[in-house]
């Protein structure tokens, strides 16, 4: 396959524009170029892959030469799915950038306040229910008319 011109152009702008926007001090844009650099290199593998040719099945009668090669589409494959998990990533950290900078001076100490108040809550909640049963084991105890084992 002979490369494309508007393929390659194409490539060379969404580099351009990626790299430039992947420059921005934003996490949003930063996200936006990544997108944009990942499906360059998408087509740039694509533009590098070769002369498309027969499918990748050898059989009686197919010329060897004549196959096109898979493995630029297990790439292009690979890269989507890279690319993917990134983004995923990237979003999860936009997120919480911004659910920080909600919060303020405080940052995320707020849910953590909550969780040990409630924590102690609970916790002297078992002890006083500890005191209370033990107490109550030992009135049993108390009334019983037979004596401990010696």
């Known amino acids: 396959m002979t490369a494309s011109l508007t393929l390659v152009v ?3 702008v ?5 790299i430039s926007i992947m420059l921005e001090r934003s996490l949003t844009r930063v996200l936006i170029g990544f997108l944009l650099v990942g499906n360059a290199v998408n087509i740039l593998i694509y533009l590098m892959s070769g002369a498309p ?3 990748p099945l050898l059989g009686d009668g197919v010329d060897p030469k004549r196959i096109s090669d898979p493995l630029p589409q297990a790439f292009v494959l690979t890269a989507i799915v890279i ?3 990134i983004t995923a990533f990237m979003l999860a950290l936009i997120y919480r950038s911004w659910w920080l900078a909600q919060l303020g001076e405080k940052g995320d100490l ?3 306040e909550s ?3 409630e924590d102690a809550e609970d916790a002297a909640d078992l002890i006083r229910s500890s005191a209370a049963d033990d107490k109550a084991i030992q009135d049993i105890i ?4 037979e004596e401990a084992p010696r």
């Open 110 to 112: 707020i849910d953590d």
């Open 53 to 55: 040719g027969l499918a």
């Open 142 to 145: 108390d009334a019983s008319d």
């Open 115 to 117: 969780e040990n108040a």
């Open 10 to 12: 194409l490539m060379a």
């Open 14 to 18: 969404l580099f351009g524009a990626g």
């Open 83 to 85: 690319n993917l998990g």
